[in-house]
């Protein structure tokens, strides 16, 4: 080993050079996609024009019908009672009705043909859409490979005994970046529509209030409804990435805002018990008690089958405890934690994990089928304990 000299600063050059070129390959795939972003936007737009206009014409056909009907009964009627109508009459109301059963398959086939072209955009819509998740899964593996490549290169040096953990480190890179994307795509498709959607509203408004009033009026009243909208996403999406009730409330009732969304969306009845927290907890072990009973509570959500679950939560001078468990189907832990280590599966035990580990706590997952599971943490109340775990007091 003596006898290899690892060159760090030749490395970090060669390593620079790696990630200048795949930084340019990315940013090549980024106009790539967000070219095709665009056309599928655009193609969004006619699809909803085209939808508009079946809309219309379905209303025309139906009262063509309505029409198509009337003069064929008149026809109907004029011919069965000729001795009482002139011959002019009796050829006014056939060309009548031939003319209106023309306009009536007209309208039909119009209405086939829209239905078509709006079949085939949305056919053209879901590939583009399918390259554009390709697209953005490419460029988050590459944000990825730049992520752990910029990162410390000699720890990855140090052996194969950090293997695991390095693993683990790539997967959560991938899970945050996965998360930014999220993110982007939710600004993306709500409140940044809304907006946009606001901003041609008010040049609605401008030229609709110039004509009349009272309708301008009722325009801007349909832009206030699309700010509100976008407002209330924007919240949403603020919540998500740190939850104001947590400053303004407090975490028990942050707790309890979370499991009575659950209980909306899923019938999975929480019951919370909690001490009163105190200020020796700081607001960033808070948080990350927060994230974890988050987290476990959309594993039970989404994996459990759960109809209950309870919530404890108790705290000393030095250390609190959190358990957590449910009546659900439960699950192989062993196999669980070893497919998470191995393989990077389930992001949100990932997640739980490694925030335990990065605040030195310690954390015991227990389950069975048919009987539930239970996580039991154990997490230091403040930055000094945490300090004192390091050094090894």
Do not use: W
């Not at 309505?66 to 069965?80: C, F, I, N």
């Amino acid at each position: 080993m003596n006898n290899i000299n690892l060159d760090v600063n030749a490395i970090n050059k060669i390593i620079k050079n790696v990630i200048d070129e795949i930084s340019s390959s990315r940013g090549q795939v980024l106009s790539i996609v967000d070219y095709i972003r665009k056309d599928h936007e655009d193609l969004k737009l006619k699809l909803d024009e085209i939808k508009k206009d079946i809309a219309n014409v379905i209303d025309e056909v139906d009262k063509l019908e309505e029409q198509d009907k009337a003069a064929r009964r008149r026809l109907a009627h004029v011919s069965a009672n000729f001795n009482k109508y002139t011959e002019d009459d009796i050829k006014e109301a056939y060309e009548a009705a031939s003319d209106m059963r023309i306009k009536f398959y007209t309208k039909i086939n119009e209405e086939k043909s829209l239905r078509k072209e709006r079949d085939s955009l949305e056919i053209t819509i879901k590939k583009i859409m399918d390259n554009i998740e390709n697209g953005e899964r490419i460029i988050n593996q590459i944000s990825i490979a730049m992520g752990y490549l910029e990162g410390d290169v000699l720890s990855a040096l140090e052996g194969s005994d950090k293997n695991s953990e390095m693993f683990i480190g790539i997967k959560i890179l991938e899970a945050q970046e996965s998360e930014r994307k999220r993110i982007a795509r939710d600004i993306h498709d709500g409140p940044a529509q809304h907006m946009a959607n606001a901003v041609m509203k008010v040049d609605i408004c401008k030229m609709v209030i110039e004509k009349n009033l009272e309708e301008g009026l009722k325009e801007l009243e349909d832009l206030k409804e699309s700010v509100k909208v976008a407002l209330k996403e924007v919240r949403s999406i603020i919540f998500d990435l740190r939850p104001m009730s947590l400053d303004d409330l407090g975490l028990r009732q942050t707790i309890d805002q979370t499991a009575n969304t659950i209980f909306k969306e899923s019938n999975i009845d929480i019951k919370i018990k909690m001490k009163p927290i105190q200020m020796e907890i700081e607001p960033i072990i808070q948080v990350a008690v927060y994230r974890i009973v988050q987290e476990i509570f959309n594993n039970i959500r989404k994996h459990s089958k759960a109809k209950h679950a309870k919530v404890r939560m108790d705290f000393g001078t030095k250390y609190l405890m959190l358990i957590i468990n449910d009546d659900g189907v439960g699950f192989n832990v062993e196999e669980t934690l070893k497919r998470v280590n191995t393989k990077g599966a389930s992001y949100g035990l990932i997640g739980i994990l490694d925030r335990v580990k990065q605040l030195q706590g310690e954390i015991e997952i227990k389950s069975s089928e048919k009987v539930g599971t239970t996580y039991t943490v154990k997490l230091p109340i403040n930055r000094e304990v945490i300090k004192n775990e390091e050094q090894g007091d």
